[in-house]
């Protein structure tokens, strides 16, 4: 979506924050070029299903000019822990920078209400667009291009539901801890930490760092049940249910 105006300014990196990849960034630095900003947090599954579309874009323009910048702020107690977001980082082979929003200063500034939000700067530092949630990536994309002046074949879509105009249905909301029961959705996600085992539908699967974990990947919105119980050692802070796109029923025979 474009910036309701054309004056807002990019709020700067407050000091003594943690980076990872970069000692540090300053955003009056960055003028000149445009600046691609996300929040995100590593135990969320819409943050990990929006990942692969921003290292494409870190790899794919910025040789070209684009600057991608992470913000995390975690919303579970393990991605508070600034140790494990460095992990995280690590482990999800995030290459472009992260800021590490330990004080919720950035989330403030910005007045942000959820993950993933994306705020896209141009090369003067003024917002030139934004989206919250997932989605929206050849807008984005295409928005990018519109700043650096280039044209190129767009990130492929990774999942049906990612496509342009994809009619998605409402999932079921996520819920605390280990949760069985009926839901409605494309998928289902553990946010856990600790190590030992968590039991999805009696199997065993192994828990070895935090992190959000998927358990049942549908190829559309479907109905369905599931079964969680964390194990010793283990904690599940959350369920979670991502979209999945709404097939239409069958014609009725004539």
């Not at 691609?36 to 040789?63: K, Q």
């Not at 482990?91 to 992260?98: F, G, I, S």
């Amino acid at each position: 979506m474009l910036a309701p105006r054309d004056d807002i300014p990019a709020p700067p990196f407050p000091g003594q924050l943690p980076w990872f990849n970069v000692a540090m960034l300053r955003m009056d630095q960055q003028i000149g070029r445009p600046v691609l900003v996300e929040f995100w947090d590593f135990c969320r599954p819409n943050s990990i299903r929006t990942l692969p579309y921003l290292r494409a874009w870190h790899e794919g323009y910025g040789e070209d000019g684009l600057r991608v910048v992470g913000i995390h702020r975690g919303g579970f107690p393990p991605s508070t822990d600034t140790d494990e977001v460095r992990a995280a980082c690590e482990r999800l082979q995030v290459p472009y920078p992260v800021v590490i929003d330990e004080r919720a200063e950035l989330w403030d500034f910005y007045g942000t209400q959820g993950w993933p939000a994306r705020f896209l700067w141009d090369q003067t530092g003024t917002l030139h667009s934004f989206h919250y949630g997932e989605g929206a990536y050849d807008e984005t994309e295409r928005e990018v291009q519109a700043l650096l002046g280039v044209e190129r074949e767009l990130v492929e879509p990774l999942r049906p539901e990612d496509e342009p105009g994809a009619l998605l249905a409402p999932q079921t909301e996520d819920q605390p801890g280990a949760y069985s029961g009926r839901y409605e959705a494309g998928g289902v996600w553990a946010v856990v930490s600790g190590q030992g085992d968590l039991r999805a539908y009696g199997a065993p699967l192994a828990i070895e760092h935090a992190g959000a974990l998927p358990i049942v990947e549908h190829p559309h919105h479907t109905e369905g049940v599931v079964e969680l119980e964390a194990g010793a050692g283990v904690t599940v802070h959350a369920t979670c249910f991502t979209p999945g796109v709404l097939v239409p029923p069958p014609p009725s025979p004539r």
